[in-house]
């Protein structure tokens, strides 16, 4: 089953002005004040590594780290507990997590992808029906249904019972991240610069002229209006009219690793030269002189304090802001 391929311009100006996707002509950027507490947590702490690949909060506040290596840590804000192949994680590191509805968790390994609902962690592989076992991202739907984006054979769905994939024969199967929006619409971001989306009917791809924008993160607002984080800033879009964000606007870079959006739908990026923080007018740019453990931000969750929680390759920091300025 195929990708349909409808493929448009991946859109670099605002063509409509349109709310919830507006750029500010006068490219804003708001002052660089800490305006919160900042919170460290490394290997000292129970880490089990400080190479932090991905972050998800699950639906009791818990808060799960994929390690690069050392297998994955959960932290209750008192304990840390580590889980590795010994449990029965399928590798020794987690590229990507997400949470079902049923506050099962999954995790995207180098060697297929694990569940562990507190008690049990079952794995599935190829032999399964997933396309590849090299996975890169993953994603549950409000059906409950799992998406899982792989190096190199598209992405598998899985309701629990029948594994289905989705693929091209054009190379655009290397699928880096996934986000469901609002409406349970899926969104896929490739490594060729390739975004498609999938209502559970119908693929509509949008794709970049040249096709070497890599996709690494989705976002989604609570207007429902996606942010992707990509190599050369970020874009989003609001349903009609797509928008993009560089360092001439207040992004303390172009490379974005990582996308969140907060319970105020103010949005945060990882970049490789700190957190940026856009709350529709407004950049503001956080760094190690204010507390961020390192400059690479290489995932981001929120929890359901609003606390913002960034994994970097020395560790993880939390900031809770304080202030409205």
């Not at 794995?123 to 993953?138: F, H, K, P, Q």
């Not at 609002?182 to 610069?193: C, M």
């Not at 989306?197 to 924008?213: C, L, M």
């Amino acid at each position: 089953m195929g990708l349909l391929k409808v493929f448009g311009v991946f859109l670099l100006v605002c063509l409509v002005t349109l709310s919830g996707c507006d750029k500010d002509d006068n490219g804003p950027t708001g002052p660089v004040d800490s305006g919160g507490t900042w919170t460290t947590y490394t290997t000292k702490d129970g880490l089990a590594s400080n190479q932090v690949s991905s972050i998800v909060v699950d639906a009791d506040n818990v808060k799960w780290f994929g390690l690069e290596y050392g297998g994955v840590s959960s932290f209750d804000g008192t304990t840390w507990t580590t889980y590795t192949m010994e449990y029965g994680l399928a590798a020794d590191g987690a590229r990507s997590i997400a949470v079902g509805p049923n506050n099962v968790k999954w995790f995207g390994t180098a060697l297929g992808v694990s569940s562990f609902d507190g008690t049990t962690w079952i794995t599935y592989t190829t032999e399964d029906g997933l396309a590849s076992n090299n996975v890169r991202s993953t994603a549950v739907d409000a059906d409950n249904v799992k998406w899982f984006g792989t190096r190199d054979g598209g992405v598998s769905s899985f309701d629990g019972t029948t594994w289905i994939t989705y693929a091209t024969d054009d190379g655009t199967n290397d699928v880096r991240s996934i986000a469901v929006d609002t409406d349970n619409v899926k969104w896929f971001g490739t490594r060729n610069g390739v975004i498609s989306s999938f209502d559970g009917t119908t693929w509509k791809t949008y794709a970049t002229e040249d096709g070497s924008n890599v996709v690494w993160s989705i976002a989604v607002g609570v207007d429902n209006v996606k942010w992707f984080g990509t190599g050369r800033g970020v874009s989003c879009f609001n349903g009609t009219t797509w928008t993009t964000y560089t360092t001439e606007d207040g992004l303390a870079s172009n490379m974005i690793l990582s996308t969140a959006v907060d319970a105020d739908n103010v949005k945060w990026f990882g970049t490789g030269r700190g957190v940026s923080r856009f709350d529709g007018t407004a950049w503001t740019t956080y760094t190690t002189k204010h507390g961020l453990v390192d400059l690479g931000a290489r995932t981001i969750a929120v929890d359901a304090d609003n606390i913002k929680w960034f994994g970097t390759m020395i560790g993880v920091s939390s900031f809770e802001r304080t202030t409205s300025h």
